[in-house]
C-alpha cells in the first residue's frame, strides 16, 4: 500500500519563553474525545503490540512536539502527521500500530507541508490562536468557509445559507480544509443538491479526509442540530465513526449499492428515523447477511458484526428489530 500522510496542523498553548521546554510527549486513548484506556509516549514506538496498544488509539493529545502515527508497525502504510489534539482519528480509528516524533517543539508554529500532497500554507498563514478568537465570538448566524487548500489556505468561499450546486459559485470539488463560525452545524455533500454521501461539519476542519477532499459539491445549515442523540426527521445516518461522528452518509431512498455514493464499507453507527423500519446488508443489492435497524440509535456496529460491513440499505416497514 502506498504511503498516505494526512498533514492535521494546529497551534498547542505557548508559555513563555522563561519556561523550561518539556519532553515530547504524547498522549494516545482507546475511546473518542481523550476517554477511556491511554497509552503516554516520550519517544518513538516502532510497534504499539509492544507495549499492548496495538490497533487500539481513538483520540489524541499532543502534549508537545509534531507526530506520525502509522496504520502497521515500523511506520508503514498509511499515516499521517499531528501537532494538535485530534479528538477523533477518522480513517485510522483503533487502526494505528507505530509512532513517531517528526519534531520538537511546543506547538507548530512554522510553515509545515505535506509531503506527499505538494501543499504548503506558504500563501496565507493561518498558523496562529485566531481559530481560538473565532471560536470565542461564535454567536448568531452560523456561516462555513470552504478553502482550496489544507489548513485554511489557499483560495475560500464564505457561505450563509444553502448552497445547493458549488458549480454556481465556481467552487466545485476544491474544498480541501473547513471553517465554521457562529451558532449551529452544517451538511456538505459530495454531490449537488445534497446527493452522495454527506458529512456533518460542527467545527474547523484542517484536512478534510474519508474521501472527501476535493469532492465537496453542495452545502447547508444543519436544520437537525449538532447535539449528538439526535435523529433524522426521515431516512437513515450512517457515520464513519462510532459515538455518531465523522463523515455522515444520508439517505432517504433505497440504496442497492452505496459503493456508487463513496460509502461502502464505512459506516461504524446509525440512526434510523423514528417510525421507520430499514434492512441493512453487508453485500451489494442486498444480498450477504442482513439484519433488521428499527427507529433505533446504534453507536457502535461492530456490537452486531456489521461494523465497515453495510453495502446496501432499504426501508422495510412492518418488520420487527434485531
Known amino acids: 500500500m502506498s504511503l498516505v500522510r494526512f498533514l492535521v496542523g494546529g497551534l498547542a498553548l505557548v508559555a513563555a519563553q522563561s519556561t523550561p521546554a518539556l519532553a515530547q510527549e504524547v498522549v494516545l486513548y482507546d475511546g473518542q474525545n481523550y476517554q477511556g484506556r491511554s ?187 449538532n447535539r449528538r442523540g439526535t435523529r433524522p426527521r426521515e431516512g437513515v445516518w450512517l457515520y464513519d465513526g462510532r459515538e455518531f461522528v465523522g463523515r455522515r452518509f444520508e439517505t432517504v431512498n433505497d440504496v442497492p449499492n452505496i459503493n456508487d455514493l463513496g460509502f461502502n464499507d464505512l459506516a461504524d453507527s446509525i440512526v434510523v428515523a423514528r417510525g421507520e423500519t430499514w434492512e441493512i446488508c453487508e453485500h451489494a443489492r442486498y444480498r450477504g447477511r442482513c439484519e433488521i435497524v428499527d427507529s433505533e440509535s446504534i453507536s457502535d456496529l461492530a456490537r452486531y458484526g456489521f461494523q465497515n460491513r453495510i453495502s446496501s440499505l432499504r426501508r422495510v416497514d412492518g418488520y420487527s428489530r434485531w
Open 39 to 225: 497509552l503516554r509516549l516520550s519517544s518513538d514506538a516502532p510497534n504499539l503490540n509492544d507495549l499492548g496498544y496495538n490497533d487500539r488509539a481513538s483520540s489524541i493529545r499532543i502534549i508537545s512536539g509534531t507526530w506520525e502515527f502509522c496504520k502497521h508497525a515500523r511506520y508503514r502504510g498509511d499515516c499521517f502527521v499531528a501537532s494538535a489534539d485530534q479528538a477523533s482519528i477518522y480513517g485510522l480509528d483503533n487502526r494505528i500500530s507505530s509512532a513517531r516524533l517528526i519534531s520538537a517543539g511546543r506547538g507548530h508554529r512554522g510553515r509545515p507541508r505535506d509531503r506527499d500532497s505538494g501543499w504548503d500554507d506558504r500563501r496565507d498563514d493561518r498558523w496562529d490562536d485566531r481559530g481560538d478568537r473565532r471560536r470565542d465570538r461564535r454567536r448568531g448566524r452560523s456561516e462555513i468557509t470552504l478553502y482550496s487548500g489544507p489548513n485554511f489556505t489557499g483560495q475560500s468561499i464564505t457561505l450563509g445559507s444553502t448552497a445547493d450546486n458549488l458549480h454556481n459559485y465556481r467552487f466545485n470539488d476544491r474544498a480541501r480544509s473547513i471553517r465554521v463560525e457562529g451558532r449551529g452545524g452544517w451538511v456538505v455533500c459530495q454531490h449537488a443538491h445534497f446527493e452522495g454521501a454527506c458529512m456533518q461539519v460542527n467545527d474547523d476542519i484542517a484536512y478534510l479526509q474519508g474521501g472527501m477532499a476535493g469532492v465537496i459539491s453542495s452545502a447547508r445549515p444543519d436544520s437537525n442540530s
